[in-house]
């Protein structure tokens, strides 16, 4: 259109002076007319989930411009209107009055009883948008998807970018969803993320049509959620430091690290979400994963003196099965948290429980004979099936991991959070149970995206697109009773590894759009290559302008017949490289062809959407680094796990892992067959490529003889590497030697091989 108004301007320039006055005036109007017409800009069709049905109609486009007002008749939509009027003022040059009255420019928000509860229908007719919903709910959905149609922008907090006006393209959009439940889980334990940021992560489920938010509140590394009658919970139990009753963990490192939630906060929270039409479940992790609470009140303890570690290393973490005190103390919490959470699912955990200090206990042993058990198991059934109880006193339901389906039978309206596997899932719901399906190989958002990326991997590899293709429902031979036992898909974020929220926004981030697809549309209607094509031609736009650190595809490397080769995952996304083997950032150099280079070891590249950046990543099908394998003893006066001789395989996939506390005074000596010569010898703890499980004080020395030592450098934390220290000798090294000279995190640490250049 600009170069169509260029060009009219162009010939009047030869013939102006021929032209009548009153051709000259119906000239000038054309060009301002077609000039204002391009600069309205047309709404934007990729939306995420993808509507049931979308019908263009053809005709001329209606116009959202600064007279439009939002019509409103009911009572139940005054939520609705003054939340589409906030995003509308956001984006627009204009008002948007909020009127009773019929008007010709409008967007007109209904209720149509006939619809199903989130269903709704979008008419775009000349001068006018009808959004109908069969309840309150649907026209929130129905208003989520106007809001993509127009510029991302409209997401942007405090946005200086206004427009005048949106052509809309007539059309009809019928929709609803698969599933009633739509889930999102995530772990603030193991990272404490503030109330300011979970406002924004549930306005993203919002955007997104997600209507439940699974808050895991407490775990082993903090107890999130006031609790007026226990304050130690809090004041004790939420905090990790060098000189707190809880160890550092997960990196937070020697200082204060945590928080938790007011009362008043979590009302606050519980409000902002319930307007937005999602629904907060609350977890508080039982009867393991409780060292937070053992800490602080050590008496729910079983009163044995071994350590039974869970699998995430953590000893005196579940409560006794036995103690009549313990459910008292548990009613008085849950008594408390019941009037902070209407939810009717109230979630227990019941996963991962070591359940050998009840095998150790007199006390739960002899509960067990009174009881008629020949299992342990059965003991958690037992301490289940009284939660069961106490949250019916409060009118509310049990949730738990599937964990709770063993040991006995559990009430028939009991939900099962099924994660181990889809086998786990379909055995819950042919026992009778309604199931919540988040399992892990592919629901499991802090699973790693590639191979080279951070993240956890005992689930696989999560790529996108294999978390796309998760059916909540597969290929079982379920009966029709059964599948509607299937209550719908959840994403989970647990926060072990994700040290900072930015973090959590790389992993959750686009998947969680992968996850309202799934919970949203048919599974016959649903493709890959689509969603990418919508997430490319419009998300990232979005997700871009509601400030999530979302995470940006690596590009694919080789090095093949001397050229180093590299390819975005789309044409959207810019790469660039360095030659130093340093991280590429905004300003580096452009990958624009193949690079000849007889070094290619040495260059890192890196894909970017704005500045937002993937990882950097060499060529995949070479080794980056020449690691030295010399002949190595090794020595420690630290008990370990494994054979310590793991140290000296140099296989960075194996580990070593210290079987107690280390601290000061502890080592672990390296001595080479023969003197080593190299550039630098460094030493990373913790799993590789993860930062967790690390020895945070010590550092690094080197002996040229093996008697006197040098200093190296001390331990320090890198997002990758975990806590970290090298030293660079100037002459062949006979020994390497880690000293440790405080606390360090978790009970246990991981120590890997050297990595000696």
């Not at 009633?180 to 993203?204: C, N, P, Q, W």
């Not at 979630?347 to 009881?371: R, T, Y």
């Amino acid at each position: 259109m600009k170069l169509l108004v260029f060009i009219l301007i162009i010939a009047l320039l030869f013939r102006w002076e021929k032209l009548s006055t009153a051709r000259k005036f119906i000239l000038i109007f054309i060009i301002i007319l077609l000039w204002s017409y391009k600069n309205v800009p047309t709404a934007n069709l990729d939306i995420v989930p993808k509507p049931q049905t979308m019908e263009l109609v053809g005709g001329r486009d209606c116009r959202i411009n600064s007279k439009t007002v939002i019509e409103v008749k009911d009572s139940v939509n005054q939520f609705n209107a003054k939340y589409l009027q906030s995003y509308l003022r956001n984006e627009f040059e204009g008002d948007f009055k909020i009127v009773d009255e019929k008007d010709k420019n409008k967007i007109e928000l209904l209720i149509d009883e006939n619809l199903a509860e989130e269903g709704y229908i979008i008419d775009v007719m000349r001068g006018c948008v009808r959004i109908e919903g069969g309840t309150e709910k649907g026209v929130f959905y129905g208003i989520q998807t106007l809001l993509q149609m127009l510029p991302a922008d409209v997401y942007k907090k405090d946005n200086d970018k206004r427009i005048r006006a949106l052509r809309v393209p007539k059309m009809t959009i019928e929709d609803s969803p698969r599933f009633a439940y739509r889930g999102m889980h995530l772990d603030v334990s193991r990272t404490f993320f503030d109330a300011e940021y979970i406002y924004k992560f549930i306005d993203a489920l919002a955007y997104y049509k997600i209507n439940n938010f699974h808050w895991h509140l407490t775990d082993d590394q903090g107890w999130r959620v006031e609790i007026k009658k226990y304050p130690k919970l809090t004041e004790m139990g939420a905090w990790r430091g060098a000189y707190e009753v809880l160890k550092p963990a997960y990196a937070s490192g020697m200082e204060r690290n945590g928080g938790y939630y007011t009362q008043e906060e979590i009302k606050s929270i519980v409000k902002y979400a319930a307007d937005r039409n999602i629904n907060i479940i609350p977890e508080i992790d039982l009867p393991g994963h409780s060292k937070a609470v053992a800490v602080t009140y050590p008496e729910i303890l079983c009163d044995i003196d071994a350590k039974h570690y869970s699998v995430q290393w953590e000893s005196n973490n579940v409560w006794c099965v036995e103690r009549e005190e313990n459910y008292a103390m548990l009613e008085d919490i849950i008594a408390e948290m019941a009037e902070l959470f209407p939810s009717k699912i109230f979630h227990i955990g019941g996963d991962e429980v070591n359940m050998d200090s009840w095998k150790e206990c007199p006390k739960c042993q002899a509960l067990m004979k009174e009881k008629g058990m020949t299992e342990v198991v059965e003991l958690q059934n037992y301490f289940v099936r009284r939660l069961e109880n106490i949250l019916s006193k409060y009118g509310k339901t049990m949730g738990g991991w599937d964990e709770i389906i063993d040991g006995g039978a559990l009430r028939p309206e009991t939900v099962v959070y099924a994660w181990a596997s889809p086998e786990r899932g379909i055995e819950s719901v042919r026992q009778g149970h309604p199931t919540v399906m988040q399992i892990a190989q592919y629901m499991y958002f802090d699973m790693k995206q590639s191979k080279d990326e951070r993240g956890l991997q005992w689930a696989g590899v999560t790529s996108l697109e294999k978390a796309y293709s998760f059916d909540p429902i597969g290929n079982f031979d379920l009966t029709e009773e059964e599948t509607k036992l299937v209550m719908g898909p959840q994403g989970g974020c647990w926060a072990e590894c994700l040290q900072v929220k930015d973090y959590v926004d790389y992993q959750v981030f686009p998947k969680l759009l992968a996850l309202s697809e799934i919970g949203w549309c048919e599974q016959g209607e649903r493709d890959y290559e689509d969603f990418q094509r919508r997430l490319y031609g419009a998300q990232y736009a979005r997700l871009y302008a509601m400030d999530f650190k979302f995470r940006v595809a690596p590009p694919e490397v080789v090095y093949q017949d001397g050229l180093l080769m590299a390819k975005a995952d789309n044409d959207i996304l810019t790469i660039r490289y360095t030659e130093d083997g340093a991280a590429p950032t905004i300003k580096s150099e452009k990958y624009r062809k193949p690079i000849k280079t007889q070094e290619p070891e040495k260059y890192r590249f890196a894909t970017f959407y704005k500045d937002r950046s993937s990882i950097a990543r060499g060529a995949q099908n070479i080794e980056l680094h020449h690691y030295l394998k010399p002949s190595t003893t090794v020595e420690s006066n630290i008990p370990f796990f494994e054979d310590i001789n793991r140290l000296v395989d140099y296989d960075l996939n194996t580990y070593c892992f210290t079987a107690r506390e280390v601290g000061d005074g502890d080592y672990i000596k390296f001595t080479f067959a023969e003197p080593v010569e190299c550039q630098s010898i460094g030493m990373c703890t913790g799993y590789y490529n993860l930062a967790v499980y690390g020895i945070m004080n010590g550092y690094i020395e080197y002996s040229y003889d093996g008697e006197n030592y040098h200093r190296g450098e001390r331990f320090v934390y890198d997002i990758f590497d975990g806590y970290r220290a090298y030293c660079h000798p100037e002459k062949p090294v006979k020994s390497v030697r880690i000293v440790i000279d405080g606390i360090s995190e978790h009970e246990v640490n991981g120590v890997q091989d050297l990595r000696i250049e």
